[in-house]
Nanobody
Framework: QVQLVESGGGLVQAGGSLRLSCAAS????????MGWFRQAPGKEREFVAS?????????YYADSVKGRFTISRDDARNTVYLQMNSLKPEDTAVYFC?????????????????WGQGTQVTVSS
């Protein structure tokens, strides 16, 4: 059973930065794509970013975060990160990390099998 634990959320002013971390259990972390999703109150869970398995050579971002967020991974630490800069109030949501079912990047929830419990990010105006 794979477990994912997010950390790093919090309250930040607009224009500020946060770095989310997601620590994963399991010995095959590097083989799978990892992703970040977010869900705001009353809205569906939406894709934020994905990074491919096998050293993370490919990355994909939602248009709404492109140029502001950066996804990265450290396979030696079984950890994936989301660096969030120039935060906006509309970025406020619970952020979830997820482990893909294959090495390739995926932008839909169906491409992920394991999910963390989420971490709250609140951006004040």
């Amino acid at each position: 059973q794979v477990q994912l634990v997010e950390s790093g959320g919090g309250l930040v002013q607009a224009g500020g930065s946060l770095r989310l971390s997601c620590a994963a259990s399991g010995r095959t972390f590097s083989s799978y794509a990892m992703g970040w999703f977010r869900q705001a109150p009353g809205k569906e869970r939406e894709f934020v970013a994905s990074i491919s398995g096998w050293s993370g050579g490919n990355r994909y971002y939602a248009d709404s975060v492109k140029g502001r967020f950066t996804i990265s991974r450290d396979d030696a630490r079984n950890t994936v990160y989301l660096q969030m800069n120039s935060l906006k109030p509309e970025d406020t949501a619970v952020y979830f990390c997820a482990r893909g079912i294959a090495p390739g990047m995926v932008a839909t929830t169906t491409g992920y099998r394991y999910w963390g419990q989420g971490t709250q990010v609140t951006v004040s105006s």
